[in-house]
């Protein structure tokens, strides 16, 4: 399965759902008036994880520097969080099972900026069993608190990520384009060090060239782990 950004195009006047051609803004504004989740799938002939990816696609915004901040905010958009309801994906995913849906869920919310939420789905994901994001989107919220003695340990629960691989790849040249090599070597020490992203994030000065840097890499961070969640329910 293509990553969650893959599913996106943008052809000039609005982001678009690669594999149907269905406008991003027709899946959301019918999420936002309170429609059904598969309801508005099926309407519109979309796989379920086109409708996921249309609210990652509102959640990260369609530019590099858009997405959520380093620091947890108010969501901004709050009439799409109901959309990313239990019930909701239940509806989307019916095969799947309900400790990796609320994985997804954690992730869809915490890029919505819906903190609480998040951070329930997913401490019960993991309570539930649930190993392969729900840990890492756990550490995210805390890092994005910010509280980053617990964000430390949760990644240490999370322990060398398989994702690690492309996040690195993707932050290289960000990295290389902020002009900071010491914040790049730490960053990229030993292919992925998520504790000096933690450093980073939560001692980051707002609105400086390195939080922005660093703003850019976690919306590539959150797409590529959203992609893997999504992957775990749309089997």
């Known amino acids: 399965m293509p990553g969650i950004l893959d599913l996106i195009e943008d052809r000039g006047d609005g982001p ?5 051609g269905v406008a991003v803004a027709d899946v959301v504004d019918r999420l936002e008036a309170g429609e059904n989740a598969e ?9 379920a994880g086109d409708v996921v990816a249309a609210i ?7 530019g590099p520097d858009d997405g959520p901040p380093l620091v947890r905010s108010r969501p ?8 990313v309801s239990e019930r909701n994906l ?7 099972d309900r400790p ?3 994985a997804l ?5 915490q890029m919505l900026d819906s903190w609480e939420p998040s951070h329930t789905a997913a401490q019960e994901a993991d309570d539930r069993g649930e190993r392969t994001t729900s840990q890492y989107w756990h550490g995210i919220a805390h890092r994005r608190e910010p509280d980053p003695g617990n964000a430390s340990y949760w990644f240490r629960r999370v322990g060398r990520h398989p994702d690690f691989t492309a996040l690195a790849e993707a932050a290289r040249p960000i990295l290389a384009g902020a002009g900071d090599e010491g914040l790049a070597a730490r960053l990229l020490r030993d292919g992925w060090d998520p504790f000096a992203f933690i450093e980073a994030c939560t001692s980051a000065r707002s609105g400086s060239p390195t939080a922005g840097a660093l703003g850019r890499v976690q919306r590539q961070e959150m797409a590529i782990l959203l992609s893997t969640s999504l992957r775990h329910v749309d089997r």
């Open 105 to 109: 869920q954690a992730g869809l919310l």
């Open 56 to 62: 990652a696609s509102a959640a990260l915004g369609a």
């Open 100 to 102: 990796s849906l609320l």
């Open 90 to 96: 239940v509806a989307l995913f019916p095969d799947a």
């Open 16 to 20: 678009i759902l690669a594999g149907s």
């Open 76 to 83: 901004t958009r709050p009439r799409l969080v109901a959309a």
């Open 39 to 47: 309801a508005v799938r099926r309407s519109l002939g979309l796989h």
